[in-house]
Structure formats: C-alpha cells, structure tokens
C-alpha cells in the first residue's frame, strides 16, 4: 500500500459511510459556540481514516480537525474527516474528505473527495492534479470583470469583500467548504478563492491540488501561505493575482 493510494481507497470507503447519515446526521453538538458543530460521523469518519493509516505506517503523525492533540513530525498526515459539516448536516452536496501528506512540511498527496458528486480530487508533488482521470490545468482569464470566485471564513471580512467587489466581478459564490472551494479554482469553475484565517486541515490537501494544477497562491501579504498556522489565502487564477490582492488590501484584510 503506497500513501496515495491508501488517501484515495480511504476517502472512498469513509464516503459511503457518510452517505448513508448524509442530511440525518446523529449526535450533533456544539464545539466552541453555536455556529460551530461537530456529528458523531466527523468523529467516526476521523477515526476510520487514522486507523488505516495507523496499519500500514504506524509511525507517521497525524494532525486532524477533530483530535484533541496535535501529533507533528516529519511525517505529517493532515486530515478534515469532513469538510463542510454544517452542509452535511442540512442535507447540502458541498461537503468533502480532505487528507494530505507532506514530509518535512513539503506537501507530497492530497486528496479532497466528495462523495454525493463523487468528485476526487488528487494531486502528487511534480505530478499533476486530477480530477476523477483528467488532469486539470488552470486556464488563465484575464479580465477580472468576467471572474466568477468566492471568499469564505470570517463573516466580517466575507461581508466586505462581497461589498467591495460585487461590482468589479461576474459574480460571487459561497459554498460553505474551504477545501472544495479551493479545488473548484484548480478544476476551473471558480477563478480565485479567499479564505481568511483558515485551518492547517481545510487547505493542506487543496494546496497542493491548485498549486499542482498551475494556480497561483499566496497569502494577504503576497507571500507563500504558512500551512501548519492559521493563515489567510488567495487561490487565483495568475492574471487576476493582483487584483484580487488589491481589493483584499483595500478592506483592511489583515492576516
Ligand atoms: P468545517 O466544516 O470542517 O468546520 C465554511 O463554513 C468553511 O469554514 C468550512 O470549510 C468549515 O470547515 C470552516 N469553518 C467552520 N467553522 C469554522 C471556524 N469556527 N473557524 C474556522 N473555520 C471554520
Ligand atoms: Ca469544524
Ligand atoms: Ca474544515
Ligand atoms: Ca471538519
């Protein structure tokens, strides 16, 4: 069993798990405050994953959403068991499994998989990025006026970025899942994407998927994003890179 192979057959398997409670999700609870939930089927979907990778190498770390410890080292795993719970929960197709692999904080696998559309989205380091078996390449535009994107996380800043470029755009969409999100730009149905202070699990497997596929990345500095920390990113297609920097600029975007 190689690493990839083991993300792709896993994401598979917790996905006709979480299909069967899609929409009637059991044992919802609040984490921090009310708008943040978990099911028993995050927990579940966590623990199928990290028991298969736990088999074939039992020595690699594991970092994942719903753990209460942070296993780092140099062989890092990186998992959302569910990306999108909230959308889970109602009953919404934007959900997906998110699993990475990086070594010596290098992003070698990522795998983002969703199971009601079955998409699978995977990419490996200087191989390409597929979706299901074509290989994505970002096509660039070059007209911002024609960009369709989306910008997700903290309601304050969604709230002003939509203000502010509602009128420079085709339109803006918010799915509700940062990893798919992500993907939609490497797949090109999104032209660029922005997700302010994201999660270690809900990027590192996109990164690698965008970045595989030809898209630029950086975070609200213009730098390359820090993955182990809570960051900010743009996910964009490159000839509107600096535009959509700007216009975050503008509304204060911070980290
Ligand atoms: P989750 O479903 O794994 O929690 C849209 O809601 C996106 O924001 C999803 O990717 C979701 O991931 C993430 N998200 C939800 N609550 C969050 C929070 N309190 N902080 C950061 N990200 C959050
Ligand atoms: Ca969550
Ligand atoms: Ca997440
Ligand atoms: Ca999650």
Redesign the pocket.
């Known amino acids: 069993m190689n690493r990839l192979n083991l993300a792709v057959e896993i994401s598979k398997t917790v996905g006709f798990y979480l299909m069967q409670f899609f929409g009637k999700a059991k044992n919802i609870e609040e984490k921090?405050n009310f708008?943040?939930l978990v099911t028993e089927h995050d927990k579940k979907a966590q623990e199928m994953i990290i028991q298969e990778i736990k088999k074939y190498f039992p020595d690699d770390n594991i970092l994942a959403?719903e753990n209460n410890t942070k296993d780092m080292g140099e062989n890092q795993w990186v998992i959302?068991p569910?990306?999108?719970?909230?959308n889970y929960i109602h009953g919404l197709p934007n959900f997906c499994i998110s699993i990475a692999y990086y070594e010596n904080k290098s992003p070698l696998i990522g795998v983002v998989y969703n199971p009601f559309t079955e998409e699978m989205f995977l990419a490996m380091k200087n191989q390409g990025a597929y979706l299901n078996h074509s290989k994505l390449e970002i096509k660039d535009i070059n007209d911002l006026k024609f960009s369709i994107g989306s910008v997700?996380?903290s309601r304050k800043f969604t709230g002003k970025f939509i203000e502010k470029v509602e009128n420079k755009v085709q339109r803006i969409r918010i799915l509700?899942?940062?990893?798919l999100s992500a993907c939609y730009v490497a797949a090109n149905k999104f032209d660029f994407f922005i997700a302010k202070?994201?999660?270690p699990w809900?990027i590192a497997a996109a990164y690698l998927i965008v970045k595989e596929a030809g898209g630029e990345i950086i975070n609200f500095q213009g730098n390359t994003p820090k993955i182990f920390e809570r960051e900010s990113y743009i996910f964009s297609k490159p000839s509107i890179l600096e535009d959509i920097k700007n216009i975050t600029n503008e509304i204060g975007g911070g980290v």
């Open positions: 921090e708008q943040d959403e959302d569910i990306d999108g719970t909230l997700g996380f509700g899942s940062a990893a202070r994201a999660n809900d």
